[in-house]
């Protein structure tokens, strides 16, 4: 969840946002689509390996850019680049074991 931070309107509110509620997340959040990801595994049966979540915002708020008019007196201002209103997270699922050693 930490790459739903990346946009300027989080990076200014980080320090201010202890707990992100329903409320906020409704606010910002347009829908979120979960769907599930699929491999071939090493016998070549198709297996689900995972999630893919789109999350769609109603701001373009992910990846968007803080571009200050002039670079040596900030106090001309700045300009906000929009970026994306959708982001794309995969989460493989854990198959157990012990792990890389």
Do not use: P
């Not at 979120?32 to 016998?43: C, F, L, P, Q």
């Not at 689900?48 to 850019?65: A, E, M, P, R, T």
Request: hydrophobic share 30%.
């Amino acid at each position: 969840m930490e790459n739903c931070f990346k946009g300027l309107a989080f990076r200014k509110r980080r320090k201010r946002i202890e707990n992100i509620n329903t409320d906020f997340l409704e606010g910002i959040v347009n829908r979120i689509e979960v769907s599930a990801t699929y491999s071939k595994n090493r016998d070549e049966i198709v297996k689900q390996v995972g999630h893919q979540l789109k999350v769609k915002f109603k701001l373009s708020i992910v990846d968007d850019k803080l571009v200050w008019k002039d670079e040596k007196d900030k106090n001309k201002g700045y300009d906000v680049l929009n970026g994306k209103k959708e982001l794309t997270l995969n989460q493989e699922i854990s198959l157990g074991g012990r792990g890389k050693k």
